[in-house]
């Protein structure tokens, strides 16, 4: 697998730490409630299709970069910088 | 039989070789397979389950039954096919699975037994009792049935890792291949061309084609020129491509040294390499089927076109007296090739009822081979017309069931071929793997004039993908013959018709598969195994699934094929692990001291990749008790000396750094003055504790983390995570300075009076307080001083860069022996933590919050942090939790074990009366006692009360005492002091 890393470019999947679903990014405020925070710590979908989670460039430049892809055919269709990519 | 004129061997440099203590000779260019072949031994190996005599089935890496030892001592490798193994002189092979010898096998009385021995035979059989599974039946069965061994040695090979990047990949080098890697490379494209042979040109060589008027492999040398004359061509022989994986990338191995015996120092047997293609050609050509007819595993049956590769690419005739058998035009050409050569052709049987007839030698048209005899070898075959049957002699029957395309790699990436009625075979199909074009006989297109074509035509969609032109290339001239199949699997009759050579699976035992409603082709090759020996049933499959479609009347596309995975053909765990082994798997970290521990005898002790020493045994010293108890005492009474710089070091820095801080600890530090240290305490974001450690401020905008051992990395990430991913407007950045700085902690009572004149200044309470922290000059060197403790005691750690680490170190040790001191280890440092109640991840182990641990008020109402939300969850403060708390035995039994689980003093030792557990345990010396830290419910609130401590492992039981778990110094005096 290769992932495009936006400072580096393509490099093989071993360079990156995997983290999980990019719901992390979503922080709720501290008085969001029960739910959202539940949602937001433990609740993950698990998609058949496009998913996008989050891989740590951890043999390279230390970017934490959203990956948009497809978990049914492997393909990558969008790499961004967590920093540039949080809604 | 050698063949005079025919082959391309370099007949002016025979090559010796020995098999089975036997020497030969072949030439440079045979194979082990095509050599013993010209010296006319023709039984290589025995089968699986039988141990039925056989003898070389293919020409290829498709081979099941010629499977050889080669070599012997660490390096001897099994299994390997005679086929693709190149002779060079000193070459060692032995035949496999037989005893005593090849020829006198005894363990070919199983093939007596055969009828017992079907399909689900050893389910239904080796039930009962149970323990005879493992010990009895496991072990004599595995005896009977196998291949070849390792030699149980340490391999000494060197197998290599490497990357490649290209264009384009072209996978194997037939006509097709050639074609496309020739269009790609004019191009101007970077291609790698592929091949898993050591000769470039695939069937070409086998074949008496011509191509523009030229021999077929005359025509694939002067191509092969041209590319090796590109400096944008890459060719690689001997490298198998083994799978296809996502984003392009593909597995491959090179067999760098396995044809010559030569293993110059520092080159490796094999190579794992991972190419990396834009886009992919496979051009990987088919493979034959053989016939499944009674007794068709003898030695000198073997495929057609593996009788014509040993003829016109060796230069051997596997027979004498050769006889023909088939559904295709193709076997019309073997028997033109063989009369060509000056062999015997005796007859031609050709399913077919319209097989087309020749005056040069015998058809029987509509006839088929239903049996076989010769002892060791063919002797004769029986025909079945419908007029009867008849007995032909014979030493070589060459049989073909038509071709497989090679559909494999298009498969890894979950792809299904699509079955083609015409061709009686599964094709690609488009589109299984992103970016690959298919081209020549794996495609389906078997004449060499539709390999070059199609070559071409695929070279040109990768080049359009790739956004070049395709350049203006002629289409050769070449044969473009019929194929013209008819069904032909199996011949019907009685006996064992042998489907899957290397794994011993017969008509039959497919038949019964379905029979027992075993009806899924997924199911039916479990439960006979069809298909899962080491050739993964190349040479089988299509016909097993034909025979099950048939046998439960669904046709082959409903039936459906068995998932093809990688790798393509077996690759040695050495090759893929390699650069993985020893250190390449777990590397090795050394701290500055690590020379002068090992000096001093210390057992070092890994700690994450580091090594730390356990402690430090002077003369006299027996166990490592007195060492740990003299270490100690030492730091109690004087002053110790430990190498702290494994701990993480991070630096942080900007104007937002302290608001980053205390975003990331539960308590503030944007609030540390400068020159000042404060313990943190770190959550994830579930409320959990995920790590502790000090924080310095040592500017305005500059602070340095201090991490765990173990958590270093992880924090790294976190802290990295929390700013990019949460904070990303924080103008704070952090870089890891673990490996720069060589850190000592000096702790003791003596501590300032062995720093005393090492430093630019004079240390006192005054200028440099407890949990002060700032630069220092250190005999000249630029580095840092922080008064912190992690045993109690008055200390300091001292760092300086890296580099002066082993010196500095030096220095400290003379001083504190000087002193009365010395250097502690690990044992000692978990000791003096131990009784000042200090937490490491034994207790922080990932179920435990800062409620706890004790340290509850630490997280900050002031602001959010980290985890905050979820650590005040109702369930993370309630009553009944099991927190931290000192534990001492009182009674007989004196002994505390951590991981032992705690009870009341009367209730029954059972889990539903458990009260907690130990996480940490050791003897002080100081205390006089065993001492242990612990998780108690409500524990807190439990001091002065007896709980029972219960190790049903060891079977220990001590009555202890709740104590607070700061067990020495509780008002914290000495670190003052």
């Known amino acids: 697998m290769r992932i495009t890393c936006p400072h580096c470019g393509e490099r093989d999947r071993r360079e990156f730490y995997y983290r999980g679903a990019a719901v992390d990014l979503e922080r709720p405020a501290p008085d969001a409630g029960e739910e959202a925070w539940d949602n937001f710590v433990y609740l993950r979908d698990n998609p058949a299709g496009v998913t996008r989670d989050l891989w740590y460039h951890e043999g390279g430049c230390g970017a934490w970069i959203v990956v948009t892809r497809d978990t049914v055919t492997h393909e990558v269709l969008k790499t961004e910088l967590a920093s540039e990519a949080k809604s | ?977």
């Open chain 2, 1 to 977: 039989m050698r063949i005079n004129g025919k082959g391309l061997i370099d007949r002016s440099k025979p090559v010796p070789f020995v098999f089975d203590g036997i020497s030969y000779s072949g030439f440079e260019g045979d194979t082990l397979a095509s050599a013993l072949l010209a010296n006319e031994q023709r039984l290589m190996g025995r089968s699986f389950k039988y141990h039925r005599p056989r003898g070389v089935l293919t020409a290829g890496s498709e081979e099941p039954n010629a499977l050889m030892t080669v070599g012997s001592g660490p390096t001897q490798e099994p299994n390997v096919r005679a086929t693709m193994q190149e002779i060079y002189p000193g070459l060692e092979a032995r035949s496999q699975n037989r005893w005593p010898s090849l020829n006198f096998d005894l363990l070919s009385l199983n093939d007596l037994a055969a009828p017992f021995l079907g399909a689900g035979f050893y389910y239904k059989t080796f039930m009962w009792p149970k323990s005879f599974w493992e010990k009895v039946y496991e072990p004599a069965i595995r005896r009977a049935a196998g291949l070849g061994a390792l030699s149980g040695r340490d391999n000494t090979d060197k197998y290599e890792s490497a990357y490649a990047f290209c264009d384009l990949l072209v996978i194997g080098a037939g006509p097709a291949g050639l074609m496309a890697a020739l269009t790609a490379g004019r191009a101007g494209a970077d291609v790698i061309l592929a091949d898993e042979s050591n000769r470039m040109g695939g069937r070409l060589l086998a074949e008496t084609y011509e191509i523009d008027g030229k021999p077929g492999n005359v025509w694939a040398d002067e191509v092969l020129a041209e590319l090796k004359s590109m400096d944008n061509v890459r060719l690689m022989t001997r490298t198998t491509v083994a799978g296809a994986y996502d984003q392009g990338t593909f597995a491959a191995v090179e067999r760098v040294l396995h044809h010559t015996e030569r293993r110059p120092n520092g080159a490796p047997l094999e190579t794992y390499w991972r190419i990396v293609a834009k886009r992919s050609v496979l051009a990987a050509g088919a493979l034959e089927r053989p016939v499944a007819f009674r007794d068709n595993d003898r030695p000198g049956i073997m495929t057609a076109g593996a009788v014509r590769a040993y003829l016109n690419r060796w230069g051997v005739s596997a027979g004498r007296n050769v006889t023909i058998f088939g559904n295709t035009d193709d076997i019309h050409r073997t028997a033109r090739d063989l009369l060509d050569a000056g062999v015997h052709v005796a007859a031609v049987i050709d399913s077919r009822h319209d097989a087309p007839l020749s005056k040069d030698y015998q058809v029987l048209r509509g006839a088929q081979v239903c049996g076989s005899s010769g002892r060791k070898g063919l002797e004769s075959i029986t025909v079945r017309r419908p007029s009867g049957e008849e007995r032909i002699h014979t030493d070589c029957l060459a049989m073909t069931g038509g071709w497989n395309p090679s559909v494999h790699l298009t498969c890894h990436m979950n792809g299904r071929p699509t079955w083609r009625r015409d061709i009686e075979a599964f094709v690609p199909t488009p589109g299984s793997v992103p970016g690959m074009s298919i081209a020549g006989a794996c495609n389906g297109s078997f004449s060499t004039s539709a390999c070059l074509r199609e070559g071409i035509a695929a070279a040109g969609e990768a080049l359009e993908g790739l956004g070049l032109t395709a350049p203006d290339i002629a289409l050769p001239v070449a044969e473009d013959a019929s194929y013209e199949i008819t069904q032909l699997w199996a011949v019907p009759g009685k006996g064992r018709a042998w489907l899957d050579f290397q794994n011993d699976v017969t008509v039959k035992d497919v038949k019964q598969a379905a029979t027992e409603n075993f009806r899924s082709v997924e199911h039916m090759k479990r439960y006979t195994t069809q298909g899962m020996a080491t050739d993964q049933g190349k040479n089988s499959n299509v016909a097993a699934l034909a025979i099950l479609a048939d046998a439960t009347g669904r046709g082959i596309p409903e039936t459906g094929t068995t998932t093809f995975r990688p790798p393509y053909s077996p690759i040695a765990i050495g090759a893929y692990g390699a650069g993985a082994e020893g250190e390449g798997f777990k590397p090795q970290r050394f701290t500055t001291s690590h020379k002068a521990s090992v000096a001093r005898n210390a057992p070092m002790i890994e700690a994450g990749l580091w090594y730390r020493p356990s402690y430090f045994p002077k003369t006299g010293e027996t166990t490592w008790r007195e060492s740990c108890d003299r270490e100690v005492k030492q730091v109690r009474d004087a002053v110790g000396v430990c190498d702290v710089s494994t701990l993480g070091k991070i630096d942080i820095q900007g104007p937002d750094a302290g608001k980053f801080l205390d975003f990331v600890y539960t308590n503030m530090f944007s609030t540390l003055k400068v020159g000042r240290v404060r313990y943190g305490l770190m959550l994830r974001e579930d409320g959990y504790v995920m790590d502790d450690g000090t924080t310095a401020r040592l500017g305005e905008n500059h602070y340095l983390m201090t991490t765990t051992t173990a958590a270093a990395g992880e924090v790294m990430k976190h802290l990295e995570f929390v700013h990019q991913g949460l904070c990303p407007d924080l103008d704070v950045s952090f870089t890891s300075v673990t490996e720069q700085w060589a850190q000592f902690a000096v702790a003791g009572p003596k501590s300032r009076e062995l720093l005393s004149g090492l430093l630019d200044q004079t240390l006192d309470d005054e200028s440099w307080p407890f949990m002060a922290c700032g630069q220092v000059e250190v005999l000249g060197v630029k580095g840092r001083l922080f008064r912190i403790s992690f045993s109690g005691e008055h200390a300091y750690e001292i760092a300086v860069p890296a580099r002066y680490g082993a010196s500095l170190f030096d220095i400290l040790i003379e001083r504190a022996e000087a002193l009365g001191g010395g250097l502690y280890g690990m044992e000692a440092l978990n000791v003096l933590r131990i009784e000042k109640g200090f937490i490491t991840h034994a207790e922080i182990h990932g179920r435990t919050t800062a409620y706890d641990i004790g340290m509850g008020r630490m997280v900050s109402q002031k602001k959010d942090c980290i985890g905050k939300t979820m650590s005040e969850r109702p369930g993370l403060e309630e009553a009944g939790r099991e927190r931290l708390v000192g534990l001492k035995p009182i009674g007989e039994s004196r002994q505390l074990l951590a991981g032992a689980h705690l009870y009341n003093e009367e209730a029954e030792p059972v889990r539903t009366s458990d009260q907690g557990y130990i996480t940490s345990v050791c003897y002080s010396p100081t205390l006089e006692t065993m001492i242990g830290l612990a998780f108690l419910a409500d524990g807190p609130d439990r001091e002065g009360e007896v709980v029972k401590m219960v190790d049903h492992l060891r079977g220990v039981t001590t009555l202890c005492e709740v104590v607070n778990p700061v067990f020495f110094d509780p008002e914290g005096g000495r670190v003052r002091g």
